[in-house]
Structure formats: C-alpha cells, structure tokens
C-alpha cells in the first residue's frame, strides 16, 4: 500500500472524506482482496501515486473487510458496485468513474488532471 491511500474504518470517516472532497478532489478505489484484477487496478493506483501524486486525495475500501463501507458508497453515491472501481468525487458527487481495467494509472491521472482540478486563483 501506499501512504498517502487511507482507509476508512467507518461512514463517519466516509461522510468527512466526501464533504471534504469540496476542497480537494477524492479518489476513492473499492478493492476485492480475491479478485486478480482488482490487485492489478491497485498496482495501478500505486504507481499513478509513485509517478504524479496529484492534490487529490486517496481513499480504499475493501469490499470483504468492509462490507457496510462498500455498501454506503454505492448508496451515498448512486453508483453500482463493482470492483474493481475507482470513483473520482468532487463536492460529493462522482465526476468519473472506472472499473475493472480501466483502472490504470494514466486513466487516475488523466480524469484527476481534466475532471477535478480547480484554479486556485479563481475568483480572485
């Protein structure tokens, strides 16, 4: 894992991490510790981290360890569940979203540089 990846533990941490993601982006990456794909799309995850850590932030949930987690995403979110599935939110609602192998590092880096990124200086 990565240390800049959290992981919440409870919806009171999921609930702060989307109302934060009105300041800075979230990228949060639901993972299945039994599915070989999911191991690639977190692979993937890392190395977008390892390349051009962008200011976003970065959140797992682990579907088997984490199953109440998983499942207020899906519902605070309006998403289908899937992993692997890497959701980018800003102000609490997807903005892009990718599952399976379509998770991969420049796909992170594409979405997070064209879909969430805001000016600093905007309105100023």
Known sequence: MHPDIVCPQRIEDLD??????SDRPLLLF??????GTSAE???ELVDHLREDKLDARYAIVT????????????VRL??????PQA????DGRVIWSASHF??????????????A???SGAGQ
Do not use: F, M, P, Y
Request: charged fraction near 20%; aromatic fraction near 0%.
């Open 63 to 74: 579907v088997q360890s984490h199953r109440e987690l998983s499942n207020a995403v899906s």
């Open 87 to 90: 959701l980018l939110i800003r």
């Open 102 to 115: 379509r998770v991969t590092a420049a796909a992170v880096q594409s979405a997070i540089r064209s879909h």
């Open 30 to 35: 639901k993972h299945s510790l039994t599915c």
């Open 16 to 21: 702060r991490l989307l109302a934060q993601s």
């Open 41 to 43: 799309a977190l692979d």
């Open 78 to 83: 309006g998403v289908r569940h899937e992993t």
């Open 117 to 119: 990124i805001r000016s």
